[in-house]
């Protein structure tokens, strides 16, 4: 009896003890996104003034400003456009890349793939003079498909990476059963393999959706209209040469932050099964 | 060997080569090269100096070498710290069952978050005199711990590392926490049968399990850091005196403070051998513990 | 599925094709390219009076923050994309090598034109950042390349609601070393913060580095120094390390500030919560946004010796060059001509509260801004010294002054560095 009031009293402290470290994580992880909106409802005057973490007065129409003079309508919807696309065409071409590392036969195929591999690891420093050059060669400076492309590449061999680590582990059985049926390969890629792979595509999706959100140096560089620019490049503008705007930054801040966490949450699901069955190995 | 499907095949790769070969390859040469010239980003006529660069780099750029040590600080805190308050997160939200979403959720907001916010946040906790950190301290009566957190350069360095593993925990949390979840629970009830008890069988299953999944946040964890610079900047700008360089911040400062591009290449393409060294020992060494 | 995409795609790119202007007969359109995003209000505005007045269309384009401008203007070198008007932010080295490649209009002769007019209505401390003289070290043929648009001034500022607390006059600024390290005493005394600026930024070491040694050795022995003339083992320079040191064990500098940028300073001194503050003109304008009531004035860096005068940084804040290849160069000298006219400039000393360029515009500028403007004989700026120091001496001296601040080097180890570094770099220019 004793022993099982001792083992209940270690049971529920333990779980306490844990209850406890996790909530305190989850705190110091909430709270920059509650001091950012926090501060975006204060003024330039009052934002480092007032310390705490509940305004005083609650100044909402920060975010009708920062919209407006941020001219976030367009840029908004150029940086949706943009991670759409680019997100897409990385499903696209790393899919049927990494299925054809991994399914097919061909010459140089090692070595090709090892050249992607030792992308991911060798970072160009000032990548963007070069890029720039041969995006004016092209044509292509100043128009959102060089852009695009330019993104694709950069998370591409990452994405060709897990993508085939995924399809490497799975089963041939339903490729097989697919091509007796007389699939041709596009087929046994576009039926079989990519609704398969939905969980990694998942990862996929979220980790480039991330880099392309938050890009804006090379939009800068290669962009020269301004209908052509991200929201990253608009939320610059409160960043002034002497003055920041604290308030409207934050306001942008949020606003910037929303769409990438809502992706997240609808992604969750998946990218928890992906990761459970496309990244890990072994 | 039959012509139309290996044409096929090529067709399977195409897209993914044509954009890897005109954006990756064309731009990495013209670095490859450059940094064997010595040119200020904007004269028309560069200067070839072979090997200059390099030699400079190996036998005269202390700062250079500093910078690597540093961002190797930075990475052995962040394979240390980080990578084990994810695995606890993680084992500790893996037997919860109720909250566990919303913890996924709350502890991936960090990588989120722009550095611009995390940058000021942690600034604002940690500045010596008005900080929140200090204030704190001095509340819990450890007053004599309150310090310029960010400006010492005893504690810059840490204290940069540390903000950096908070920013990142949330990636190796995720894939460790669906690693845990991969574990069937009859093992564990087989060991308990056994007569094993919690320490056991955190040893001996959960543990030999858990180590490919390990391998694989150590070497993403590993590239990951050591390209780090962007939340440097925001918080102390490489500063005290050097005390948080690293490697990324001094190609920057080569290319615009100094105005030496090619220098800055040069650089480059060292640090990117080095990060390759690296990963190829990593894997070597990993293999052993990979069923491949 | 797939197919949407695409067309969407082809749609947006046809678009952004269609929407540019085809039109062969209107009259030229000018662009300049910015990052001064404080600005751009007001510069719209003038570009429609502009338009209003001439007919032609000014475009000006904003690309912020400054040094993503800077990598912007870098690469649209390289592709020969450069815009009507632009700025070049950098050194004076950067300066000289877009001028040797041809990239900038040579304005010597509109400057010159109707007796020097033009030349005349400038503030020559301002003129001369953009100029190049006879004989200078960096090759470029001896002319103005650039118009300034503004003049700042590099000062020092105490707040005077902190000075009554700690019993000081406030209308009574120390002019001298010693007295600013005695209130440095009094400030840990009273545990308050000292000075603060943006430290963490290297340049603004340089700057103060520089204002004191032009006071501790003159103007000309610095000069001779750069030129490798003199060594920096020498007493005079390591005396100029050792203010820092002494500022340091004096308590008058802030906590923190090797590592604080420009921002966090100017927050903290416009809330009150520092005495002094080492900034530009510029910080006007900041303060009144974020504290409209601080009650501070200007002083000069206080002199640590007599025989030289202190010098100050100062000249242009921001200028603008015409480039060299643009089609429209007449047209844009022009409007460059009017920006800086009397008028224009006055109203953007009004709205974005700097020192204008142009002589006559000084009537409605608020006292403590003309406060900036009022020693400018003893303006100094690295452009107008003819030499430049190798960059990498800088960055030792500046990174040396912060390991000095936090007690991890002596002026005279780092005179010893600084003076390695430079001959290593004498010798690989032989």
Redesign the interface.
Known sequence: MKAEIYHRIKRTTLNLL??L??II??L??????L??VSSSLKT??TV??DMSLIPEEFHFENYCLAWQEGGFGRYFLNSI?YT??VV?GIV???S??A???SR????GKNL?FF??I?????????????????L?KLHL?D???GY???M??VG??TS?FMLKTFFDKLPQDLEDAAKIDGCS?LGI?WHVALPLARPVLAVVVIFNA?IVW?E??LA??IF?????MPLQVAL?????????RYPL??AG?TI??LP??IL??LM?KY??KG??EG???? | MKIKP?L???M??L???L??A???I???I??FQLGLFQWD?ISPTRVFVGLGNFKEILFQDKIWWQSMRQAGYITFIALTFQNA?AF??AW??A??IR?K?F????????????E???GL?WQ?ILDGHYGLLNNWLAQLGFANLARNWLSNPETALTTVAIAHS?KGFGWGF??F???L??IPREYYEAARVDGANAWHCFKSITVPLMI??AV?VGILTI?GTM?AFVLIIAMTEGGPAYHTQVP?LR??AS?RGSSR?GY??A??IT???I??II?FIQYRFSRQ???? | M?CI?VVL?FI??FS?CA?KPTAVEAPPTITVWH??????PAFQKLAKDYQAQSGIKVNF??????D??S??I???A??E?LPDVFGILGETRDFAAFIKAGHILDLTPYMDAHSGAWRNSLFNKALAVNEFREANSYGVSAGVYGVPLDVTTIQMLYNKDLFIELGLDPEKPPLTFKEFLEIGKKIEQADMQGLVSGWGETWMIDCLVTNYAFNVMGEDKFLATIRGEVLYTDPDWVRVFTIFKEMQESGVLAGGIVTMIN?VAE?LFA?NKAVFAFNGS??V??YK????NLNYAAMLPPKVADEYPIAIWGGAGSSFMVNARSKNKEQAVEFLKWLTAEKQQAYLAEATMNLPANKESLEKIPGILLQFGDDMDLVTHPNTWGVSEFPLVIEAIDRGIQSIIIGEKTPEELAREVQEIKERELAKKR
């Open positions: 844990i209850h470290f996790l994580v989850a110091t992880c909430i709270f920059p996104l001091w950012m330039q005057e480092f003034k456009f759409v696309c897409l696209l071409v790393s049927l890349a299925y054809a590392f097919l036969r061909f010459l090709l050249m992607f030792a992308a991911m690891m060798i970072p160009i420093p000032g990548s963007f003079v070069p890029l720039y050059v041969l004016n400076r128009t959102a498909l695009i492309l330019c694709i590449n591409l061999a060709i390969k890629w991330l938050n804006y140096v800068l560089v020269d209209s301004k209908a052509l610059m503008s409160f960043r002034g040469e002497f003055i920041t930054l934050m801040l910037t932050a990438i966490i997240y949450i969750e990218i928890n990761v459970t990244v890990l190995v072994g | 290996t096929e095949n090529y399977f790769v897209p993914a080569v954009i890897f005109v954006f990756y064309i731009p990495f013209w670095v980003g308050l606890l997160l500790a939200c037997r919860e909250l979403n913890y996924r959720l709350i502890f991936f907001i960090p990588p989120v978050l722009s611009v916010v995390v946040v604002w908070w995720l894939i926490l669906a690693g979840q991969t490919p999944i694989l590239l390209q990324v190609i920057l290319m591009f800055a290449c650089q480059g640090f990117g051998m990060l390759v990963s513990y990979r069923r491949i | 797939r995409f795609n947006f790119i952004g929407s990052w001064m995003t404080d600005r751009e384009e904003l690309y912020a923050p400054s993503a401008y990598q912007k870098r690469v649209a390289q592709g994309n921002k927050q809330n510029w910080c304008n900041v946004g974020m504290n409209p």
